[in-house]
């Protein structure tokens, strides 16, 4: 059986213009993906069943995700409480130490989002802890190291294996996506891994950090999503008629 | 007996609206490989160009068997060939030209 990959976190705007759409779905699939993950900002309910509607054809899995971008920690819990259940993936932009550590230990939130180099330094051990607790995963994104070079790529490179290295040694869940906000920005799964080549992570995890641990975040929030969810492990099988 | 450096041939396509040219191709390619590793790096990669096909936009490259992954961020890394956005996408590995022709090229 072919390997399913994820990116799973993918720009809306790549879907632009949206007379594009099913030669970007196309070349996506091409690719080798089989599920993504759309980011939105403002009103999207439109625009995602167009996408869902047309990757349905590529056999293409289409998931939403919302990216918070909270001032400070009361924030936080506001945009949490807002837009909890109507998301299959919860991202919080980890830009200062105390909204990190917060959304680490913050079940509801699925993966912490490191948008700077600066931001990758709110990583500590401490942290790695809360994550755990939390079950939230560290997102390690394509397009942050696309955009820089020199000296301040040969950082970001040093800071994220920093963080890598803190992640697989206290078990902290990690993915690798494109954060791509135009389709010239997605790459290949297999060129997804390669980052983890420069961040010092054995081939088979850096692997799995695009297909299996991804695609078993999003199943748990699928089944969370659904209307039967009570808790973790129990859920209405089916229900009774009232006959009495 | 093996030899310490075996060679691999990765085959990748480029995925690009515009032409590309092989001189653009190459020169981006060792500009980006020389950013990454300096040239003490490159120099272990053995790397070369060995075939690119400017209609299919598709091409072969040469490197060590233990400098796979090297390349292939390599080519993850490159973002515009000439002006031109482009996606570099690696289709195969393999350990004669001859194999990674019938297979991926």
Known sequence: MLK????MYVNSSVFRPENQIDKILHTISELGYTAICISFKKDFSNIFEKIKQKAEVLDLEIYRRIDLLPKNVEELKVKLRQVRRKFEIISVKCIDKKICTTAARDR???VLNFPTLEALKNFTESTANLAIEGETAIEICLKLFLDVKGIRRARLIAE???????????????VIDSGAESIFEMRAPQELCSLGYLLDLPKDDADLMVSEIPFSIIKTNVSKLSTSFILPGVEIVNREEKNW | MVKEDRNRYIVFKICSDNYISKEDLTRNIWRTLLAMYGEYGASKTNFWLIEYNENTKKGIIRCTHTTINMIRAVLTFITKIAETPVIVRTLGVSGTIKTAKEKFY
């Open chain 1, 4 to 7: 399913k990959y994820i990116d």
């Open chain 1, 108 to 110: 509801r939130v699925d």
């Open chain 1, 160 to 174: 994220s294996r920093r963080i890598a290295k803190i992640a697989l040694k206290k078990g902290v869940k990690m």
